[in-house]
């Protein structure tokens, strides 16, 4: 299985946006996004493309348009910055993750 | 609380297997999607397979791994035979929710380490 094609890096001062894309998704609205700081486990920021659970602030939103999905983290925070990762479901019980992007708050 | 609580860390040689387990509580075992996913040094995320604990239905990406529960622990077990150093990665379960993907529960992780 390749990984989902993500921008190695991604940048941003205090307070802007910057989004995040993720190529090869499937056709269908089950994409998810992680974020990871060194050292933890991945914590879930949306799913179905736009959903967020509960305690995840509204400065994380997503998005699709045909087969590449966004993560767009507005007001940007010291604390957004680490890892990010889509994930895809492609069928059959089967998922990808995407290749990853380091997101860093300048 | 949800909690997924995973084994300790492991060493073994090249050709040999490994069993992490995954003991979850705070929930209905049997109704919940558990994942499994590594990370090699340095690397990304890589999804290997889910099971559901209810009635077994698995599915894994390579032959390799194995995937099983016991009920009456509510644990999740992941078997990975064969190994090679590049199996070297930490093993992380993951818990979903009601959605595709939405995996908002995460074991700590458990380190395996192949060398020889």
């Known amino acids: 299985q390749t990984a989902l094609t993500q921008p190695p890096s991604a940048s941003g001062s205090p307070g802007q946006s910057v989004t995040i894309s993720c190529t090869g998704t499937g056709s269908d609205n089950h994409v998810s996004w992680f974020q990871q700081h060194p050292g933890a486990a991945p914590k879930l920021l949306i799913y179905d493309v736009v959903k967020r659970p509960s305690g995840v602030p509204d400065r994380f939103s997503g998005s699709k348009s045909a087969n590449t999905a966004s993560l767009t983290v507005s007001g940007l925070q010291v604390d957004d910055e680490g890892d990010y990762y889509c994930?895809?479901?492609?069928?059959?019980?089967?998922?990808?993750f995407g290749s990853g992007t380091k997101v860093s708050v300048l | 609380q949800v909690q997924l609580v995973q084994s300790g860390a492991e060493v073994k040689k090249p050709g040999a297997s490994v069993k992490v387990s995954c003991q979850t509580s705070?929930?209905?075992?049997?109704?919940?999607?558990i994942h499994w996913v590594r990370q090699a040094p340095g690397q990304g995320l890589e999804w290997m397979g889910q099971i559901k604990p209810d009635g077994g239905y698995k599915v894994y990406l390579q032959g390799r791994l194995t995937l099983t529960r016991d009920t009456s622990t509510a644990t999740v077990y992941m078997d990975l035979s064969s190994l090679r150093p590049e199996d070297t990665a930490i093993y992380y379960c993951?818990?979903?929710?009601?959605?595709?993907?939405?995996?908002?529960?995460w074991g700590q992780g458990t380190l395996v380490t192949v060398s020889s």
């Open positions: 993951a818990r979903d929710g009601q959605h595709y993907g939405d995996s908002e529960y």
């Open positions: 994930c895809s479901y492609l069928g059959s019980g089967t998922y990808v």
């Open positions: 705070g929930y209905n075992f049997d109704d919940y999607y």
